[in-house]
DNA sequence: GTAGAACCTATGGGTAACCCATAGGTCAAG
DNA sequence: CTTGACCTATGGGTTACCCATAGGTTCTAC
């Protein structure tokens, strides 16, 4: 099949499998007289795995990395465990982030409503933001 | 006060500062003999309100957008409210996303403990992983 | 048989907020 | 006058795609 068709019946973009074909997690056949990538049913098995595999976080590097050591015959499923045990912590601490965020904007909120919109001038922009305290800024770990 | 000098005075780095001023949210002077950027004390305000403004959630462009309202004069406030009460509920959804991935994570590895690392077969690459649901993937909204 | 639609290819650019490397100019101190 | 620390501009890398373009192919209808 094409990749219309395999992005059809995997549920994603054309783009998504071209993708996934650029990075090596899918190593279509060739048509041999016009170049069409040529996918089997296989592939749309990967397609699935990757589909899974994203769905528990795994990066497309980390799916290419798993999927290099199935076809190598190698179990990857202790290098999944580690990825997932690894991962999991970061997840938790990016929500954590995430809710200190949202925290300081619910207050932020909360403490402009008896505030009015000042003009600027030449030291202040905003005091609604200057307001707040500064120091460590958010570190984006997304 | 030259790049270094302002980023090391504001706790940033100083490619930071240079970012900054490329995004026009710095606009600092030039030295006209050897093109150096020399800062103002009102500069170092300005990257305090951008360090206070980021720690609340707003974007570059977002803050540029702020502080040029407020160089032309109009007080950027009713802005700044706004986007914060457009970005608040993304922040929720992003929450709710991630734990949703950590809870799917968690029943994984809670389900994984009994299962054996199989050898990858034609149809398997890892059971663990095949053993989830495919369906919709997560968006990447961070 | 041929026009046009619908599909394919590869390439390159965009996203966010920086970080890093490079090549080359500048400057203060010893 | 030579280090070493700093400055400049440029371009590439990060993530997982999306989109536009130009040009080749296949399918369908007339």
Known sequence: MKVNELAKRGGVTAETVRHYAR???LAPQRHPDNGYQLFSDTD?????????????????A???DILTHADQGDSPCPLVRDLLASRLPQIRARIAELEALAERMEQAMESWQ???DGSPDGH???????????????????
Chains 1, 2 share one sequence.
């Open 44 to 60: 749309l098995e990967r397609l699935r795995f990757i589909q899974r595999a994203r769905k528990l976080g795994f990066s497309v």
């Open 124 to 142: 202040s922009v905003c005091r609604l933001i200057e307001s707040f305290p500064d120091a460590p800024s958010i570190k984006e770990t997304p």
């Open 62 to 64: 980390e799916i290419r």
């Open 23 to 25: 990075e090596q997690l």
């Open 114 to 116: 008896q505030m009015p």
